[in-house]
């Protein structure tokens, strides 16, 4: 590509959300900004925003016009795929856009809350891949009483059929009579592990949802709905990964 073609980088940086024009110019004057692993500093630079790999601040700014990145509140008794041959409520029945998605992991139909979608398969690949350890939070409903080592237990690990699992954080989050809600945060995603992981250490699970998935969180968004991830929230994943 010859310095007379691509868009400047400014331009591209402000049509990605990061700020005003001004404002992107002052972080490339800053020695923020990188392209293809290079920091940059002068205001002219020009780059194709569909093959640069830019960062501001060491995350990753996606800059690719069909990208699309979604939070989806999953509902209990949907499955989570974006069909059902089986003829039941899936994803695609709350999703709003035209592209076609990937769901980036999976909640079991019971289970309700934060799933993401993505038409980035990289990323897609790496957030559910064991190897990078994005770790996932989740609400539990629980019947008490709980031991006061309960938490040192799980974090310590136990034995499953499938093998070791334990929890990275745990916490009492709310109770009500015996009614216990717990928060749990692991990072990895073998088939129903959470469930499995509390029933064995005698606590079986009523209720569970995720409330959130590497930097990303669940908030205030309501059951069936969806919407758009933040400039941020996409770096964010970006570095959870190494993109």
Same mark, same amino acid.
């Given at each position: 590509?010859?310095d ?11 049509e ?8 992107c110019?002052?972080l ?25 790999i830019i960062?501001?601040?060491g995350?990753r ?5 069909e990208?699309?990145?979604?939070a ?17 409520k899936?994803?695609?029945d ?20 934060l799933?993401?979608?993505?038409? @980035? =398969? ?7 891949h064991?190897?990078?350890? +994005?770790?996932k939070?989740? &609400?539990? $409903? /629980? ?5 006061r080592?309960l938490g ?9 059929? @499938? =093998?070791?699992a334990?929890?990275d954080?745990?916490r009492?989050?709310?109770? +009500?009579g015996?009614?216990? &809600?717990? $928060? /749990? ?30 930097p990303?969180?669940l ?6 709905t969806?919407?758009a ?15």
């Open positions: 590509m010859s007379r073609e691509g868009v400047r980088l400014q331009k591209v940086l402000a990605a959300g990061i700020g005003s024009r001004r404002h110019e002052e490339i004057g800053e020695g923020r900004v990188t392209v293809n692993g290079k920091k940059v500093f002068r205001f002219g630079e020009r780059v194709d925003p569909e093959r640069a960062h501001v601040d995350k700014v996606e800059t690719r016009a990208m699309r990145y979604y989806i509140n999953k509902p209990r008794g949907v499955v989570s795929t974006m069909s059902d041959e089986r003829g039941r899936s994803l695609a709350y999703v709003e856009v035209p592209e076609r998605l990937f769901h980036v992991g999976r909640l079991d139909t019971d289970t309700e809350g799933i993401l979608l993505t038409n @980035d =398969g990289e990323l897609s690949h790496r957030l559910t064991p190897s990078y350890g +994005v770790t939070t989740y &609400l539990a $409903e /629980i019947h008490g009483p709980i031991p080592d040192k237990r799980l974090r310590a690990g136990v034995t499953l059929d @499938d =093998g070791p334990k929890a954080r745990f009492v989050f709310d109770q +009500v015996k009614r216990v &809600l717990v $928060e /749990i945060a692991l990072h990895e995603g073998r088939k129903h592990i959470v469930r499995r992981l509390l029933k064995e250490v005698g606590f079986p699970v009523q209720q569970l949802a995720r409330t959130e998935f590497g990303v969180k908030g205030s968004l309501r059951p069936g969806m919407r991830l933040t400039v941020r929230e996409i770096g964010e994943l970006y570095k959870a990964v190494g993109l």
